[in-house]
């Protein structure tokens, strides 16, 4: 192994560890949440509902849902959350479905956020898929 890789695998280790380390933390987790939530509504997203996941299941705590009108709106706000976390919390998220923008996926670690289009979220229903209750955060 190059010098180059070991610093770059330690780099990796910091960043995860410090990544973690935001993620045990309840408040941050309460205050991420409240920030993703604030930023699809701001952003027009519809339907906007949060679940909470059994946390003996999942290394996640919460998930919210929220719909897009078009792709270029789905893309719209994925991007608009990514950024906003990125930049106040400092961290970056796992990014899936982009490209098709018909449902896109960001993954914060404790916090999941599904962007859908209306149809597309009808024919998954990933609400079903999930135990505990479900908020309803706007319509």
Request: proline share 0%; charged share 45%.
């Given at each position: 192994m190059t010098q180059y890789q070991k610093e770059k695998k330690l780099k990796n280790k910091e960043r995860e560890k410090g990544?973690?380390?935001k993620?045990?933390?309840k408040d941050s987790v309460k205050d991420l949440l409240s920030y993703i939530k604030k930023?699809?509504?701001q952003n027009k997203a519809t339907d906007i509902t949060e679940i909470k996941v059994d946390q003996s299941f999942s290394e996640f705590e919460k998930i919210l849902i929220a719909s897009g009108s078009s792709k270029r709106q789905v893309i719209a706000l994925a991007e608009k959350?990514?950024?906003g976390v990125k930049g106040l919390f400092r961290i970056n998220c796992k990014v899936e479905?982009?490209?098709n923008a018909d449902w896109v996926l960001l993954d914060f670690g404790a916090v999941i956020v599904h962007i859908f289009k209306p149809e597309v979220?009808?024919?998954y229903q990933?609400?079903?898929m999930?135990?505990?209750p479900l908020t309803q955060i706007s319509s």
């Open positions: 990544l973690k380390l993620i045990d933390d930023t699809l509504n959350v990514q950024e479905g982009k490209e979220r009808e024919y990933i609400e079903k999930w135990k505990g």
